[in-house]
T-cell receptor, first 111, second 115 residues
Framework: RKEVEQDPGPFNVPEGATVAFNCTYS??????FFWYRQDCRKEPKLLMS???SGNEDGRFTAQLNRASQYISLLIRDSKLSDSATYLC????????????FGGGTRLMVKP | DTGVSQNPRHKITKRGQNVTFRCDPI?????LYWYRQTLGQGPEFLTY????????KSRLLSDRFSAERPKGSFSTLEIQRTEQGDSAMYLC?????????????FGSGTRLTVV
């Protein structure tokens, strides 16, 4: 079993739709959580950190449930430019700052 | 300094050949990481350096792989006797040892194709 699991998708949604991605992680020692965005053939880029209290950045909302070891990302009012792969990422702060990535969820926003 | 630089961007090699990739991190970053990403998967950690010391190696890093960071600045990743399964994107990242995640920056990667 992978340490970070995501539904690979693709999620095909129309512009303006709301879409949610989920992620589960198995290492209870994980202490920091993030969503990264990766465009085709590009490097991953940090989208947002995920805090226990939940946090929002514009159209993006991230939630963390430590008890269930579950992370979510909600995108409201989807834009064509949101089409990308979204990577769920965890970090064990005691493990040298390396990141453990999920396999990614592919989003395609259609006109 | 515009970010993490990786060279070459693309490399096509025949099976059995050796290849070497280079990563130039952001100059003030003392940590440097190598990841490997295959098609349809997320990046997988290979190894990391704190200055010139290699502090962690993944079990993915077989004996054919070696990484160095001789002066605590740029790093090289060498793959000996390449196999088709080595075909992947090799990503380098660098960071400070504090203030994560805002300083954690990936390079554009080196795409290796073994034919």
């Amino acid at each position: 079993r992978k340490e970070v699991e995501q539904d690979p998708g693709p999620f095909n949604v129309p512009e303006g739709a709301t879409v949610a991605f989920n992620c589960t992680y198995s290492n209870s020692a994980s202490q920091s959580f993030f969503w990264y965005r990766q465009d085709c053939r590009k490097e991953p880029k940090l989208l947002m950190s995920v805090y226990s209290s939940g946090n929002e950045d514009g159209r993006f909302t991230a939630q963390l449930n430590r008890a269930s070891q579950y992370i979510s990302l909600l995108i409201r009012d989807s834009k064509l430019s949101d089409s990308a792969t979204y990577l769920c990422v965890v970090r064990n702060n005691n493990a040298g700052n390396m990141l453990t990535f999920g396999g990614g969820t592919r989003l395609m926003v259609k006109p | 300094d515009t970010g993490v630089s990786q060279n070459p961007r693309h490399k096509i090699t025949k099976r059995g050949q050796n290849v070497t990739f280079r990563c130039d991190p952001i100059s003030e970053h003392n940590r440097l990481y190598w990841y490997r990403q295959t098609l349809g998967q997320g990046p997988e950690f290979l190894t990391y350096f704190q200055n010139e010391a290699q502090l962690e190696k993944s079990r993915l890093l077989s004996d054919r792989f070696s990484a160095e960071r001789p002066k605590g600045s740029f790093s090289t990743l060498e793959i000996q006797r390449t196999e088709q399964g080595d075909s992947a994107m090799y990503l380098c990242a660098s960071s400070l040892d504090r203030g994560y995640p805002y300083g954690y920056t990936f390079g554009s990667g080196t795409r290796l194709t073994v034919v």
